[in-house]
């Protein structure tokens, strides 16, 4: 059975990215999934088609050493050199690689640079899943085709629903699924016209019964001539038109009678939709939270859930409470991250939680004299050494991804703080389970 590497690429394309990559574009989660819906066929149908495939060997093993996975929202904005040299591999000219980006711009309603950004991130995918799984199973360049080669009879159920390559010469990557036909030359006539010798008489002939009679012009042309009898069949050649007017009437007689809903006022760039929360009958329920932009100081903005960790700290940096705080006021105000997580049972950073180091970063460069000190916690659950160690461990692994003297401190807390009993839910002791940030003196 052949491997499906579409579905191991796709899996490294998640929720969690797309809902980050939406926050540090500003765009919306539903432009970014389409956005990433279309790149991905286009990006995965330029490896199984590229010529220059042995090349591309290279560089996938490259990629699969060089950390491309364990960052990809790191390559939103980058300008790597080894995705640089793949797409210039896959898609050729830049020409090609322009109308690609500008076609997927528009279908999914987002900007042209954030969608060149996104491409970034799915050739990085790509990139890293196929070199992953070569260095794992050993495949030489030939296997390595031979795997290209393979995912050919997967692209067609990779395209999405309304969208088509097939204007960019790109149709026959996915198997003619959406290709347009170009110069198509008509099959020959069935009953070929003989060839007129110019000394023989030409005899007229009856038109055939049921067949209109065709009178050719001197240019070439021709026209159909109407039988006079033909009266009863024609009357639907206006009739028909005439009741599909009457039907569009009524359809924009009966929209422009609707009321008008109001439009919802905006304050924000885009929303996020988490399905965390749960009702009392256990139903998910869809949870909105804005996004909204955070100035510094600077003048520079960021991106960052409406009142989460980054508006917050801000705030209060700017406000008199903090200027006025003493350490004993500061030592119980904890700022809680709202998207940094780890690995279960692990001190290992998520890759969408770089997005939220990346804003601290930004705010701790804004106000220099400011310093923090990071707390890690854990629940009830399992035994209380274990835990101690674990959430010491996530409180350090924070303070080296920040890897600023401005962090003054890292400690770990365990089950000590923790309200919600061992035995409760994993839903309910989730609110234990947390890293935090806070000021020092």
């Known amino acids: ?58 560089y996938v093993k490259e990629a699969s050493s060089s950390g491309l996975l364990s960052n990809l929202l790191g390559n939103l904005n980058s300008s790597d050199s080894l995705i640089s040299k793949i797409l210039s ?18 279908y999914a309603g987002i900007s042209k640079d954030s969608t060149d950004a996104l491409l970034n991130i799915v050739t990085a995918s790509t990139a890293g899943t196929i070199g992953r799984y070569a260095s794992e199973n050993n495949l ?65 002939k009856a038109p055939v019964a049921d067949s209109p009679a065709i009178d050719v012009t001197r240019s070439g042309t021709t026209h159909e001539i109407v039988s006079g009898n033909d009266s009863g069949g024609n009357i639907w050649k206006w009739l028909l038109p005439l009741l599909l007017l009457l039907l569009l009437g009524w359809f924009f007689w009966k929209q422009c009678d609707r009321k008008p809903v109001p439009a919802a006022v905006a304050t924000t760039d885009s929303t996020v939709v988490e399905k965390d929360s749960t009702n009392v009958a256990g139903d998910t329920v869809a949870v909105t939270r804005e996004t909204t932009v955070v100035s510094l100081p600077s003048g520079k903005t960021l991106q960052a859930y409406k009142g989460g960790i980054e508006d917050q700290m801000v705030t209060f940096l700017k406000s008199d409470d903090y200027k006025n705080s003493t350490e004993a006021q500061l030592k119980d105000k904890w700022f809680n991250f709202d998207n940094l997580n780890f690995e279960f049972n692990k001190a290992v950073l998520t890759p969408e939680s770089q997005v939220q180091l990346d804003n601290l970063k930004m705010i701790l460069a804004e106000f220099p004299d400011a310093k923090i000190k990071i707390g890690a916690y854990t629940d009830k659950k399992g035994d209380e050494n274990t835990n101690l160690k674990l959430s010491e461990d996530r ?38 389970r947390k890293t935090a940030v806070r000021f020092v003196k």
């Open 395 to 432: 409180a350090n692994t924070v303070k080296s991804a920040l890897n600023s003297a401005q962090v003054a401190d890292a400690e770990g807390y365990g089950s000590k703080f923790a309200k919600v009993p061992a035995e409760a839910s994993d839903k309910a002791r989730e609110s234990d």
């Open 89 to 106: 591999l896959i898609f050729g000219n830049g020409d090609k690689l322009e109308a690609i980006t500008t076609s997927v711009s528009e």
């Open 140 to 204: 030489d360049a030939f296997s390595f085709v031979n795997l290209l080669n393979e995912q050919k009879k997967h692209l067609s159920m990779l395209l999405p629903a309304g969208f088509s390559f097939a204007s960019l010469g790109l149709g026959n990557w996915f198997g003619n699924i959406d290709a347009e036909p170009v110069n198509v030359i008509p099959e020959p006539n069935q009953n070929p016209i003989p060839e007129i010798n110019p000394t023989t008489p030409i005899t007229e």
């Open 1 to 58: 059975m052949s491997t499906n590497l579409i579905d191991l690429i796709k899996g490294q394309l998640g929720q969690s990215t797309i809902s980050q990559a939406a926050i540090t574009l500003g765009e919306s989660e539903s432009g970014i999934s389409k956005a990433v819906s279309a790149l991905l066929p286009a990006v995965i149908g330029g490896f199984v088609n590229s010529n220059a495939q042995s090349e591309l060997f290279t």
